[in-house]
């Protein structure tokens, strides 16, 4: 990136914290403006101190906004998607390939256990649970191993419903239907159930949730090709069952036992038609005609995943005068991709070229178990230490299952991770110094095994690369008025490239997985400074990053179309700006944010970033615009979000995004027994390609539309 253009950036960037903080000390005098989110704590950031004590930009959607946005576009992932101008825009598609947070991908998680399997990354890691049992979404946003592995652009932690408040029976419900422009087939259904009891020290939390969704179509009224390889969302059938357990052994310790089982599968009913020579009018890019999809029978077995989780969380709150949070679990997903003749599972030793059909699965297996001890330091007032020991055991596969062959062979990552961190308040916590290392050990065991004959099957020794990595991490917040807060911090994140997409293709002979450099850890970096300001009727935040990976990471693909790992230096900078306001009409409240994302990664390896990244590897730039309303019984809410266009031609991919505006609209009415929602998502109808499609595939492939008009009506009551 160009010394003059970074400098401009971090002038920009000075300016507006300096704008802050003058318009701060001018609201000194103004009414104080409820700071409680500031007091609340993000359980995924390993520490009980609230959040206005963390040097990192962070966000709670409650659970009032989640199941608003839920009910406007259906998933958590559009959800968070919608409301963060960082994150990029959705495939709309069960895969999230392409989806980032800061231009990284980001870390999904249920109650802190890892839903990601990064040695064989399916990107399913978005579709794991029900919205319907989630209470609150937390985001960490940047680099950072407060989580362990994964979180290289942030952490997205689904914090589950709690256990009842009261003694008896509780619980809620939810019947939804859903509908586009045209009726048939693309109407969708959703019911869901939970119920609660407690009685003194037990508590039991069960539920049920199942999704049925009808075919997508866009503005112009085509049904929304499907993508029958990677998996769609929708003619889907999801089923979703939740169990919560609780004992409070003391009036200081509680055991809580957690269970889900997630499943997602595709009916396969429609065969998606690609532009070709014979019908140029399907999936056309010259003509921005998007794909279709025709009912037909779709060969092998639909695309679908399996998510099956089961924890068990010991919080202690008085334990020798600190806190210990201990919890082991147990994750299992199974991905299965569509199949097809696709030349990267040709083989002539089995069928002749261009007649053999596959399909693939992603199997992995996750045991982990995470312990941490927080208290004040005796002797040193204001000083709260945190120490503390991850490990996890993940072992993945990937098999061809139609012939039974590896296409990846099983990889175990095992890691032992200790940290410790601290955080000092000084001058009655109008200062706090912050900081902390983590230690992550690492192995990696694969056997001897032989790549495709597409790859050229070639034998690849097996080993068991180890490595080692400290992370710390560092920051400083400072409050010099009430409402007012600046930060600035550096953190470090890590995780392993896919590890899975780099052996599986492998091309060259002699090749021994012990000594493989392609296999190397990613360890990026956030560098940060930001500004908050809640004073009188405002709430507004800036954030300036930049971020770098010596040995990054970039999807590539390749003859097959079938997607590559390339390890690159890649290097992203950003501005983040959100601004909340509450109007003098009683019950309105007006927000707006904005995210400029710039990124380069190095493609001759020469050491400086020459290449722009694509649309498979950073979103574009984005505004958002929103008006609540509350009065009575009525709650309404009206969202737009801009994707302003961006010239891509100094990108490997070279496809210029045209930009796009969408606006949706929510509106609940409270009646006697429970209350009644509308959620309409793109409100005009607006015809656009979606952003993964417009940016990332070549001429004649698959091009996605996005929806059009589509209307979700609910009714849901809580007892």
């Not at 200081?252 to 070709?276: C, I, M, P, Q």
């Not at 780099?502 to 090749?511: C, E, H, M, W």
């Not at 970039?554 to 109007?583: P, S």
């Not at 045209?658 to 607006?686: C, H, I, M, W």
């Amino acid at each position: 990136m160009s010394s003059h253009v970074l400098r401009a950036h971090r002038l920009a960037a000075v300016s507006l914290l300096a704008l802050a903080c003058a318009t701060a000390a001018h609201a000194q005098s103004g009414r104080a403006a409820d700071t409680d989110v500031d007091q609340i704590v993000i359980t995924a950031a390993r520490t009980n101190l609230p959040a206005s004590a963390l040097p990192l930009t962070v966000d709670v959607v409650d659970n009032e906004a989640l199941s608003q946005q839920v009910a406007v576009s259906g998933s958590i992932v559009d959800a968070i998607s919608t409301l963060s101008p960082s994150f990029s825009p959705t495939r709309q598609k069960l895969s999230g390939a392409g989806e980032t947070l800061r231009g990284r991908s980001p870390l999904y998680a249920i109650n802190g256990i890892p839903q990601s399997t990064p040695i064989r990354d399916g990107s399913r890691d978005g579709y794991t649970i029900d919205p319907f049992f989630i209470d609150r979404v937390e985001l960490i946003y940047g680099s950072n191993a407060l989580q362990g592995i994964g979180a290289t652009g942030g952490v997205v932690n689904q914090v589950t419903v709690g256990p009842p408040k009261e003694d008896g029976v509780s619980g809620k419900m939810l019947v939804q239907s859903t509908l586009a422009g045209k009726l048939g087939d693309a109407v969708g259904g959703k019911v869901a159930g939970l119920v609660g009891w407690r009685d003194q020290a037990f508590d039991a939390t069960v539920g049920v949730a199942y999704d049925a969704r009808g075919a997508f179509y866009d503005a112009h009224g085509r049904r929304i090709g499907m993508d029958n390889t990677q998996g769609d969302v929708q003619d889907s059938k999801t089923l979703s069952i939740f169990g919560r357990f609780g004992w409070q052994i003391a009036p200081s310790t509680r055991l809580d036992v957690v269970a889900n089982r997630f499943e997602l599968k595709g009916d396969g009913d429609y065969v998606t038609v690609t532009g070709t020579a014979a019908a140029p009018t399907d999936g056309n890019r010259a003509t921005r005609l998007p794909s279709t999809a025709y009912r037909g029978v779709v060969p092998g077995t639909p695309a679908s995943g399996r998510v099956e989780t089961l924890s068990a969380a010991l919080v202690d709150d008085d334990l020798y005068g600190g806190v210990l949070n201990a919890q082991v679990f147990f994750n299992r997903t199974r991905d299965t991709f569509g199949g097809d003749k696709n030349a990267t599972f040709q083989d002539v030793s089995i069928a002749p070229s261009g007649t053999l059909f596959d399909q693939s699965s992603n199997r992995s297996r996750k045991l982990g178990a995470r312990v941490s001890y927080e208290r004040a330091v005796p002797g040193i007032e204001g000083l709260t230490a945190t120490a503390g020991l991850d490990a996890l055991t993940d072992t993945t596969s990937q098999v061809l299952t139609a012939t039974g062959r590896a296409w990846v062979p099983p990889t175990k990552f095992q890691s032992v991770a200790p940290f410790v961190q601290g955080n000092y308040a000084l001058f009655d916590g109008k200062l706090r110094l912050a900081g902390g290392v983590r230690f992550e050990n690492v192995e990696l065991k694969v056997d001897d095994f032989t790549t495709l004959a597409f790859y050229g099957s070639r034998k690849v020794g097996g080993g068991h690369p180890d490595f080692k990595a400290t992370l710390a991490n560092g920051g400083v917040v400072f409050e010099p008025a009430k409402g007012v807060r600046l930060y600035g911090s550096y953190a470090e994140g890590y995780t392993v490239p896919d590890v899975g997409r780099i052996l599986r293709s492998i091309n060259v002979a002699n090749v021994d997985v012990d000594t493989y450099l392609a296999v190397e850890p990613i360890v990026s970096n956030n560098r940060e400074l930001g500004a908050e300001l809640k004073r009188g009727p405002f709430d507004a935040s800036v954030a300036y990053f930049w971020s770098s990976s010596k040995l990054g990471q970039l999807l590539v693909k390749n003859a097959g179309g079938i997607f590559d790992v390339q390890r690159q230096r890649v290097a992203i900078e950003g501005l983040e700006v959100n601004v909340k306001a509450r109007t003098p009409v009683s019950g309105l409240e007006l927000s707006t944010g904005y995210a400029r994302l710039r990124g380069k990664t190095d493609t001759n390896a020469d050491g400086k970033t020459d290449t722009d990244l694509d649309g498979a590897n950073i979103s574009p730039d984005r505004l958002n615009l929103a008006a609540d309303y509350q009065t009575g019984k009525w709650a309404l809410r009206a969202q737009m979000q801009k994707y302003i266009s961006r010239n891509m031609q100094n990108t490997l991919v070279k496809d210029d995004f045209e930009g796009y505006t969408v606006a949706d609209v929510f509106v609940r009415y409270a009646l006697p027994v429970g209350a009644v929602s509308l959620g309409v998502q793109n409100l005009f109808d607006k015809q656009y390609l979606t952003y993964y499609s417009d940016t990332t595939l070549p001429t004649k492939d698959k091009i996605y539309a996005g929806r059009g008009r589509t209307a979700t009506i609910g009714w849901e009551a809580r007892f």
